[in-house]
């Protein structure tokens, strides 16, 4: 079964529940990720009991509980929790790590607010595909163990299959907990969920002095952060709804709600309904990165040093240099996606330029390298063709051949991402009980650096996703 062991009902009250999951007596196995299952040695024979993924009977150990915590959702604070999310417990993997096994959908919990505690179908089946294709390309991500649908109805703009989601994550501690602890609790909570998250987290600094240890997992968070980030832009990956709650303090991609994936190289794309602004655009994902750690580093500032002010600079400091960070990794990974080894002093500027030949041509992000990797050298269409020769200028001054580089490419730049007409379509043969398209398409993300003539494809569509679904 889980092998749980169960530590966050050590912090105060506040920060969580118990919660029995609703029933859900019709379960139904949809999926069941037995690479992930196998990996974290979880029994496989579960995909064999779909009411242990529907709320409805809880393996041995199991203490369900619902998290409470808040944030700033598009700037402004809020006070939120799990509102539709019961987590069943720790599992710890035979070499110690800790993954919380939480059940998305399954139904109303302390928190819900005036929502219905469910999820639909599709939905589910959309994260299971985001989040799979994320790890697959080794960018930090929530996983998804399971998928089982209740039976029930849920009510949405139409009326859908509901469903439950068994997502696995390091922990669901976000940057809207400690948002919680610091605007609705007291210095001690905000300081027992801190030393919590360091011992969890990052317990190569728990034996630094207090004042420091807080300095150090600010710094740690945020290097995470810059990293995370980096990586998403570099597959043109658009979260959509960055709120300090969907921003794990542990640095995995959490909450796949809104999220999608850029075809044509475009800075401002935003495909969340609701965002009117483009707060959450593309292009704004480093900026709102550091926004939702400048909150972190509000919480932290007590802990940081007595005296305010110099709490405040301390704070300042390391916002900054998340930037900094943000900047190396980001021109790390497009060194990668460009095929480079070593690094150049025109590196930064040869992307850049890359970046702006495919704006202004409306070029696929990701095939764009995809073309230049599978092409003769000096093959390639046109907007590029100028840029290809300062490329192969700067392969020529480090000793690399375009051969070489050709498979940099392709071994950093995935052949398959997940693109909104495929997920879509298969989604909508999910719900219609086809299951077919959907397990072909999680074979590809599952593989996205094997070239794959069916959804390798762009689309130019207009696509728009929504939140709470
Ligand atoms: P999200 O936009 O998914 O990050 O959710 C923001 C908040 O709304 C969180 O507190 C969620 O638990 C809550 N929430 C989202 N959907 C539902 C739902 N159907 N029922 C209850 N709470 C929900
Ligand atoms: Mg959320």
Not at 228 to 234: C, E, G, K, R, T
Not at 391 to 407: F, I, M, P, S, T
Request: aromatic content about 12%.
């Amino acid at each position: 079964m889980f092998n749980f062991n169960n530590t966050y009902t050590k912090l105060p009250g506040m920060f969580y529940s118990r919660q029995q999951p609703a029933q859900n007596p019709l379960a139904g196995m949809v999926y069941f990720n037995e690479i992930l299952a196998n990996k974290l040695r979880i029994d496989i024979n579960l995909q064999n009991s779909p009411k242990i993924f529907s709320g409805d009977e809880l393996p041995k150990n199991a203490a369900p509980i619902s998290q409470a915590y808040a944030g700033f959702q598009y700037g402004r604070f809020n006070v939120l929790g799990d509102g539709r999310a019961v987590i069943l417990g720790e599992h710890i993997t035979p070499n110690g790590e800790r993954f919380d096994i939480q059940l998305k959908g399954s139904g109303r919990t302390h928190y819900s607010r005036g929502g219905d505690g469910l999820a639909a179908l599709a939905p589910m089946l959309r994260e299971v595909l985001i989040s799979e294709f994320l790890a697959a390309v080794n960018i930090p991500t929530t996983r998804s163990l399971a998928v089982v649908t209740t039976g029930k109805d849920v009510v949405r703009e139409r009326v859908l299959q509901g469903a439950v989601l068994t997502r696995i994550a390091s922990s669901h501690i976000r940057v809207g907990t400690f948002d919680f602890a610091r605007l609705m609790g007291s210095a001690d909570d905000v300081k027992a969920l801190a030393d919590y998250v360091i011992w969890r987290h990052f317990p190569h600094i728990e034996t630094y002095n207090d004042n420091h240890r807080y300095l150090l997992l600010l710094r740690e968070a945020a290097d995470l952060q810059a990293k995370l980030i980096a990586q998403w832009m570099n597959i043109g990956f658009v979260h959509g709804v960055m709120n300090t709650d969907n921003m794990s303090i542990c640095g995995e991609t959490i909450d796949l709600g809104p999220c999608a994936f850029m075809d044509a190289y475009d800075p401002e794309t935003v495909f969340s309904s609701i965002d009117q602004h483009g707060r959450y655009s593309y292009k704004n994902q480093p900026a709102i990165g550091g926004w939702n750690l400048a909150r972190f580093s509000e919480s932290l500032l007590p802990l940081l040093s007595k005296d305010k002010a110099e709490a405040v600079k301390l704070a300042e400091i390391e916002i900054n240099l998340y930037a900094t960070k943000f900047d190396e990794y980001w021109l790390d990974e497009m060194r990668g996606k460009m095929g480079f080894v070593g690094e150049d002093s025109l590196d930064a500027q040869l992307a850049r330029d890359l970046l702006e030949i495919m704006y202004f041509n409306k070029l696929d992000f990701t095939n764009t390298f995809n073309t230049f990797a599978n092409s003769e050298s000096g093959n390639c269409n046109s907007p590029l063709q100028e840029w290809l020769s300062n490329w192969e200028a700067r392969l020529k001054r480090h000793g690399q051949n375009v051969g070489d580089a050709q498979k940099n490419i392709r071994q950093h730049n995935p052949a398959v991402i997940p693109r909104n007409h495929f997920v879509q379509a298969s989604l909508d043969a999910a719900e219609n009980g086809d299951f077919k398209p959907f397990s072909e398409l999680l074979y590809a993300l599952c593989n996205p650096y094997t070239f794959n003539g069916k959804f390798s494809t762009s689309s130019s569509e207009k696509y728009v996703t929504f939140c709470g679904t």
